[in-house]
């Protein structure tokens, strides 16, 4: 194998160790939607992912019309060459989930469901796009459920939730956030501001607003904190979306360099080569 394929093997090794980015989006929102989602039901989860399957699906469908497949990939490419095409189609779909995010992601709880349709539909785009690259063709019926695996696992590993099920309740998360902030300055009208967004019980996004405004010298008023809000919402789901994208991407690129170097060394030959790597 040439270096840099052994390079791409070693990547691979450490993509099949990291956690989804469901596990860690925890982080970045915050306890309140951990809270949400360990209080939901295990039927309303089983709910969830009974109606993403079937989405999933249609997803898959709508978006393979969205790109024209012309890529014809031959055992003799360098994989540098199709590694560099692939992050190309990652980079241009991320941007359009950032925005798609940023847009919906200022109409709260609506913006949320009206968003997971069209970010899923893109995130099968990338992946069928991504996967065109190392010779998957996406005309293929045989290589659905690969696209669909890339897509549902988010993670290698088995005891990561799956990608598709934590988007759809991270972002629903977010949703219920900004929909809490809203009322919260909804009722909080013509009340000392300062008073009551320095209270503990105020909602997490507007504590956040609030402290961001201090740090700005910014007096925080009612005004102020009733456009930030979906600012901040915005802001939020656009950063979400763009994340579980480059993990999807990642997962599609990774998987795809697997399969293009077994094509072309064989499974067993690839195989012993990894194992001498961990």
Same mark, same amino acid.
């Given at each position: 194998m040439t270096p840099y394929e052994n390079s791409a093997i070693k990547e691979i090794i450490k993509w099949h160790k990291k956690p989804s @980015?469901?596990?860690r989006s925890i982080a970045l929102i915050g306890a309140p939607v951990e809270k949400l989602i360990n209080s939901l039901p295990p039927w309303t989860k089983d709910a969830?992912?009974?109606? !993403?399957a079937e989405g999933i699906r249609k997803c898959i469908n709508i978006s393979r019309k969205t790109f024209h497949h012309s890529t014809i990939v031959t055992l003799d490419t360098p994989l540098e060459i199709i590694d560099k095409k692939a992050k190309k189609f990652s980079r241009s779909n991320s941007a359009g !989930? @950032? +925005?798609s995010g940023f847009t919906t992601g200022l109409a709260g709880l609506p913006g949320a469901i009206a968003d997971i349709p069209l970010t899923m !539909? =893109? @995130?099968c785009r990338s992946i069928q796009m991504i996967s065109s690259c190392y010779g998957i063709n996406p005309d293929d019926p045989a290589n659905k459920p690969f @696209? +669909?695996?890339l897509l549902t696992s988010g993670s290698p590993s088995p005891d990561d939730d799956s990608s598709e099920t934590g988007y759809i309740m991270t972002r629903l998360g977010l949703g219920l956030l900004v929909r809490e902030a809203e009322k919260f300055i909804a009722s909080s009208a013509g009340k000392n501001m300062g008073n009551i967004l320095s209270r503990e019980a105020a909602p997490v996004l507007v504590r956040l607003i609030n402290t961001i405004a201090s740090r700005l010298g910014i007096q925080m008023t009612e005004k102020i904190a009733a456009t930030a809000i979906p600012l901040a919402g915005g802001f939020c789901a656009a950063l979400i979306n763009s994340a579980f994208m480059k993990d999807i991407n990642s997962n599609a690129i990774m998987a795809g360099r697997m399969k293009f170097l077994i094509r072309k060394y064989g499974e067993e030959e690839? =195989?012993?080569h990894t194992k001498k790597l961990i």
């Open positions: @980015f469901f596990s969830i992912k009974e109606a !993403t !989930t @950032f +925005l !539909t =893109i @995130f @696209f +669909l695996w690839v =195989i012993n």
